[in-house]
């Protein structure tokens, strides 16, 4: 089992950057594969990113080229670089864990959430 607590969320301008992080705890987090989620109000939540126990990535295609997902597994830590925030970009973004290879952006793949962090981006 693992804990997470995300971390970074915030209001910009379109155009903006933002970096999210998330926490995790527990053993065996290196063999875990990560992912970022988003939903905003009334919408379905998103898968946003992946990176699996290989740091294979995978992206939506709403967010290739702006967004970049990375891991230190010596801390435990998941970040979500984004660049040129778009006011779409606006969601709830979550952290989210589980044993899973080949990973995949189903959230349904997932049994660890954290809380979430809001990014709101504004014209």
């Known amino acids: 089992q693992v804990q997470l607590v995300e971390s970074g969320g915030g209001s910009v301008q379109s155009g903006g950057s933002l970096r999210l992080s998330c926490a995790a705890s527990?053993?065996?987090?290196?063999?875990?594969?990560m992912a970022w989620f988003r939903q905003a109000p009334g919408k379905e939540r998103e898968g946003v990113a992946l990176?699996?126990?290989?740091?294979?990535?995978k992206y939506a295609d709403a967010v290739k080229g702006r967004f970049t997902i990375s891991r230190d597994n010596a801390n435990k830590m998941l970040y979500l670089e984004m660049n040129n925030l778009k006011p779409e970009d606006t969601a709830m973004y979550y952290c989210?864990?589980?044993?899973?290879?080949?990973?995949?952006?189903?959230?349904?793949?997932?049994?660890?959430w954290g809380q979430g962090t809001q990014v709101t981006v504004s014209n």
């Open positions: 989210a864990a589980d044993r899973i290879y080949p990973a995949s952006l189903r959230s349904y793949e997932y049994r660890w």
């Open positions: 990176i699996d126990r290989t740091t294979t990535v």
């Open positions: 527990g053993s065996s987090y290196s063999v875990y594969s």
